[in-house]
């Protein structure tokens, strides 16, 4: 729905930045003004030009909003958080098919990052990137805990603290331990009670799960590692599916049972780690 909307938006610009220029040429070939004062385009077209051509601008090159729609990235972002995406952080890109057209650098491991789910790409996802291009991500699945080695099989420093407490999950069976990958911190959510059981831990095939990412690709996981369709299900996320960094939260919005809103909620606005 995404790309449909910008060609949409796209197509508005055009026709309104059409009518502009018509008016423009027969504002100065016409005394009269007839044509102009009867032509309903070319008359009230033009002064949606400037609107248009701002939010066209600023949503496919600039940033866009997003909704956070489930509870993957818990604790990092909740289900109803209104987020910030910026698109040219990495370089400038066409908005209707993704190609970049001028590269500036790179996503890094531990960035959050919205893109085009690989199997459908009418659906966006926003998960956290683990691994980059030529890494080997090993992930315990005992323990929970990550493995990286890039492709000079140099391992990557990350550190977990203990858990840390969080009353928005107060459930038995939820941990939240401090993941630092590089120089990126930011907490994970675990579900105790989901556990490899003692079959596969005498097999270390179901207890290491390896991935080695491919040129071009990104290996991303969601911060709720218990709760998120990633890419240790599905694979791994091309450069051109990613749409852009998360940078910031800028509302939330608290829903009823009946999915309806009832109020917004601005303490949650502030930085994305």
């Known amino acids: 729905m995404e790309y449909i909307f910008t060609i949409v938006l796209m197509i508005l610009t055009i026709l309104s930045g059409l009518s502009y220029f018509l008016k423009k040429i027969f504002f100065y070939t016409n005394k009269n003004n007839d044509f102009l004062n009867k032509?309903?385009?070319?008359?009230?077209?033009?002064?949606?030009?400037p609107i248009f051509f701002v939010i066209f601008f600023i949503r496919s090159f600039l940033y866009e909003p997003f909704r956070i729609p489930?509870?993957?990235?818990?604790?990092?972002?909740y289900d109803g958080d209104y987020i910030m995406v910026n698109k040219f952080i990495w370089g400038i890109k066409n908005p209707i098919n993704n190609n970049i057209i001028?590269?500036?650098?790179?996503?890094?491991?531990?960035?959050?990052?919205?893109?085009?789910?690989?199997?459908?790409?009418?659906?966006?996802?926003?998960?956290?990137?683990?691994?980059?291009?030529?890494?080997?991500?090993?992930?315990?699945e005992l323990n929970k805990e990550l493995i990286i080695l890039s492709k000079n099989n140099e391992m990557i420093n990350i550190v977990y603290s203990k858990n840390i407490k969080n009353k928005n999950f107060l459930d038995k069976n939820s941990e939240i331990k401090h993941e630092k990958i590089e120089n990126n911190e930011?907490?994970?959510?675990?579900?105790?009670?989901?556990?490899?059981?003692?079959?596969?831990?005498?097999?270390?095939?179901k207890i290491f799960k390896v991935w080695n990412i491919?040129?071009?690709?990104?290996?991303?996981?969601?911060?709720?590692?218990d709760n998120s369709y990633d890419s240790r299900y599905w694979g791994f996320v091309s450069k051109k599916e990613i749409i852009g960094k998360a940078v910031c939260i800028w509302m939330h919005i608290k829903?009823?049972?009946?999915?309806?809103?009832?109020?917004?909620?601005?303490?949650?606005?502030?930085?994305?780690n």
């Open 39 to 49: 032509n309903f385009f070319i008359k009230y077209m033009p002064s949606f030009f």
């Open 70 to 77: 489930s509870g993957s990235m818990n604790p990092t972002l």
């Open 102 to 140: 001028f590269k500036v650098s790179n996503p890094n491991r531990g960035d959050v990052v919205v893109f085009r789910y690989p199997h459908n790409h009418n659906i966006n996802y926003i998960k956290r990137i683990i691994g980059i291009p030529g890494d080997k991500v090993i992930y315990n």
């Open 186 to 205: 930011h907490n994970i959510l675990l579900n105790s009670s989901i556990k490899i059981n003692n079959h596969d831990i005498k097999n270390k095939n």
């Open 214 to 225: 491919p040129s071009e690709c990104y290996f991303v996981m969601g911060d709720s590692r």
């Open 255 to 272: 829903k009823n049972s009946y999915n309806f809103p009832i109020r917004i909620i601005f303490n949650r606005v502030g930085k994305i």
